[in-house]
């Protein structure tokens, strides 16, 4: 064995002891507009791109002005290149690098039988590893659950070339970890689960009390992106964020048949989730959605191009003085006359919610909808704000026409 030099062996210590400390870091972005700026200059770009690709070719190409969706889609090789959708998210969980540094692991026993002790080729066995994982599947399945799925920081679940569905059980945990991305999968009829020893790495297992019962529960997790899902009918939230999570983006998603359907932060007395910043993006919230998408507190929240079809009692909410700064939406409010806003101002009295920095910006209200604002017009949180404005009705469209998880098949573009 060489034995390496003092230099060297000093450097490796210093290493060490740093890269720990970078990569689970979870402060705040302390200016979120630039991150605001970021995604609008890339949904720019993208659907410019996309209509000098449409003029020189003379046809619809592959491109959708979807800046997430063009950086790896039209790549008919995407199942030999999984990884490349690492470098693809924008907003706040734009640095959520999952598995991409580590080894593909294919899950190929949809079983889980032992949540203490997981047989290799289960996807409970791949997510508690310690090193980097980009998980993808050998076939079509249903994952039934015994209990929550715990991951371990640095993992993707890819679901991409196979039909796979979490249901009927317990679901997804992202609990004090780093570095998530869930792409492609079913997630649905969700149960609580718990009173049960449960394994979180291959080092610890412990007593879990009873589970929320969410698709998924972010709970102080950081650097998280959820893309392409098709989430339903869960016994709680379909994605939660709570207790100091942050770094956050939700895109591409397709929520339906639901009441609570996402949560950020979950008590009014927990400031720390001052530090919570959430991107919320090119979702479509369609049938049978009653409230919460989201529902927030505290932190600040980009609701961008999303396209909302559906709602029984608002949409958008929060309490606490969260910062909401909705762009580029499209809200098409129910027939009830009196289910008409957008937006529910909770927990507050007008004279104190009316201080609150939530603005509409270039959305489009149809049937009737409305989005009560708040705050101090051209309040210095919104003042770099550029504007979506010029045409939110055809990006919506464009943006979420493929939202939800997609029918992707070797060799042909996803």
């Known amino acids: 064995m060489e034995i390496p030099s003092r230099f060297s062996l000093i450097f490796f210590i210093i290493i060490c002891i740093l890269i720990p400390t970078l990569i689970v870091s979870s402060s705040p972005v302390q200016d979120p507009e630039s991150v605001v700026q970021e995604v609008q200059r890339s949904i720019v770009n993208a659907t410019k791109h996309l209509a000098k690709t449409r003029r020189n070719l003379g046809y619809l190409s592959c491109g959708t002005g979807n800046p997430i969706?063009?950086?790896?889609?039209?790549?008919?090789?995407?199942?030999?290149?999984?990884?490349?959708?690492?470098?693809?998210?924008?907003?706040?969980?734009?640095?959520?690098?999952?598995?991409?540094?580590?080894?593909?692991?294919?899950?190929?026993?949809?079983?889980?039988?032992?949540?203490?002790?997981?047989?290799?080729?289960?996807?409970?066995?791949?997510?508690?590893?310690?090193?980097?994982?980009?998980?993808?599947?050998?076939?079509?399945?249903?994952?039934?659950?015994?209990?929550?799925?715990?991951?371990?920081?640095?993992?993707?679940?890819?679901?991409?070339?196979?039909?796979?569905?979490?249901?009927?059980?317990?679901?997804?945990?992202?609990?004090?970890?780093?570095?998530?991305?869930?792409?492609?999968?079913?997630?649905?009829?969700?149960?609580?689960?718990?009173?049960?020893?449960?394994?979180?790495?291959?080092?610890?297992?412990?007593?879990?009390?009873?589970?929320?019962?969410?698709?998924?529960?972010?709970?102080?997790?950081?650097?998280?992106?959820?893309?392409?899902?098709?989430?339903?009918?869960?016994?709680?939230?379909?994605?939660?964020?709570?207790?100091?999570?942050?770094?956050?983006?939700?895109?591409?998603n397709y929520f339906t048949h639901h009441d609570k359907v996402m949560l950020f932060g979950a008590n009014d007395g927990y400031t720390q989730d001052k530090n919570m910043q959430v991107t919320v993006a090119f979702n479509h919230f369609g049938e049978g959605l009653v409230q919460r998408m989201p529902r927030c507190r505290h932190g600040y929240f980009h609701v961008v191009n999303n396209d909302y079809t559906h709602w029984e009692m608002y949409a958008i909410g929060g309490s606490a003085s969260p910062t909401i700064n909705s762009q580029g939406n499209r809200f098409l409010a129910p027939n009830d006359r009196f289910s008409k806003e957008v937006t529910k101002y909770e927990d507050a009295p007008e004279s104190e919610w009316k201080n609150w920095n939530w603005r509409s910006e270039g959305d489009l209200m149809l049937n009737g909808a409305y989005f009560t604002q708040s705050g101090t017009a051209g309040a210095s949180s919104y003042a770099k704000a550029s504007s979506l404005s010029a045409r939110p009705s055809t990006l919506v469209s464009s943006l979420t026409t493929n939202a939800g998880a997609l029918s992707c098949r070797k060799g042909s573009r996803c």
């Open 69 to 252: 969706d063009d950086c790896w889609r039209c790549d008919a090789n995407w199942e030999k290149n999984r990884q490349r959708l690492a470098d693809c998210a924008i907003g706040f969980g734009k640095n959520a690098v999952g598995g991409r540094d580590g080894k593909i692991y294919v899950v190929t026993d949809s079983g889980d039988d032992d949540p203490v002790t997981p047989k290799p080729g289960t996807l409970r066995y791949a997510v508690i590893q310690d090193e980097p994982l980009w998980i993808i599947f050998a076939r079509d399945m249903v994952i039934q659950l015994k209990e929550e799925l715990i991951m371990n920081s640095f993992k993707t679940i890819d679901g991409r070339g196979a039909s796979v569905h979490i249901a009927g059980g317990p679901c997804i945990t992202v609990q004090y970890v780093t570095n998530i991305i869930i792409h492609g999968i079913n997630i649905h009829d969700c149960k609580q689960g718990g009173n049960a020893n449960v394994r979180s790495n291959p080092h610890h297992y412990g007593w879990r009390t009873i589970s929320d019962g969410d698709g998924v529960s972010i709970f102080g997790g950081s650097h998280v992106w959820v893309d392409h899902c098709s989430l339903s009918n869960c016994h709680d939230g379909l994605i939660d964020a709570i207790q100091g999570s942050t770094a956050i983006t939700i895109s591409n």
